[in-house]
T-cell receptor, first 111, second 115 residues
């Protein structure tokens, strides 16, 4: 299982770009990298997923270097409502894997 | 709305009792996962089922058990409850599309309070 390491917390201000990096040194060949957002007492919500290089959707970008040992979630122009815990999850498709979440990063956005 | 439905949303019960939490996965999803999240804690993986068969097991207590039925819904049974079992229990599902990586979609959770 690929263990992930993220910063425990980050602070930002509204309108800034936030980059959260996740380390996953022992990522396997068939592992994907997925990021989730979780608000208090709610289920984690899928943000973005990638395998290599760069992926962008309407809410975020995901940068993955060639060695895939880390990934960076980029949130453009954050707002107060982006205050949440962000989890990086590394794992393969299908069954048989435990899809274990790390400790996550508590992002706090202020005015 | 993720498409994953969990019931009940809230449950209060006494120590020593037994409860059953229910999960309906997204339409067509074959995998169901159960996670436990205690107050201010991370998501602890409990168990995974795939098309009715247990596929992976995490740090699930012996007092806890789960199963996935032919219609793919799943139940998590918690028995001999202790105060420390108070937590949010999440169900998640995946597997609707091939090649979809490990995208799992979470329900809104069942909040269990043991008193």
């Amino acid at each position: 299982l690929a263990k992930t390491t993220q910063p425990i917390s980050m602070d930002s201000y509204e309108g800034q770009e936030v980059n959260i990096t996740c380390s996953h040194n022992n990522i396997a060949t068939n592992d994907y990298i997925t990021w989730y957002q979780q608000f208090p007492s709610q289920g984690p919500r899928f943000i973005i997923q990638g395998y290599k290089t760069k992926v962008t959707n309407e809410v975020a970008s995901l940068f993955i270097p060639a060695d895939r040992k880390s990934s960076t979630l980029s949130l453009p122009r954050v707002s107060l409502s982006d205050t949440a815990v962000y989890y990086c999850l590394v794992g393969g498709a299908g069954g048989g894997n435990k899809l274990t979440f790390g400790t996550g990063t508590q992002l706090k956005v202020e005015l | 709305d993720s498409g994953v439905t969990q019931t009940p949303k809230h449950l209060i019960t006494a120590t020593g009792q037994r409860v059953t939490l229910r999960c309906s996965p997204r339409s067509g999803d074959l995998s169901v996962y159960w996670y436990q999240q205690s107050l201010d804690q991370g998501l602890q993986f409990l168990i995974q089922y795939y098309n009715g068969e247990e596929r992976a097991k995490g740090n699930i207590l012996e007092r806890f058990s789960a199963q996935q039925f032919p219609d793919l819904h799943s139940e998590l049974n918690l028995s001999s409850l202790e105060l420390g079992d108070s937590a949010l229990y999440f169900c998640a599902s995946s597997g609707r599309q091939s090649g979809s990586g490990n995208t799992i979609y979470f329900g809104e959770g069942s909040w269990l309070t043991v008193v």
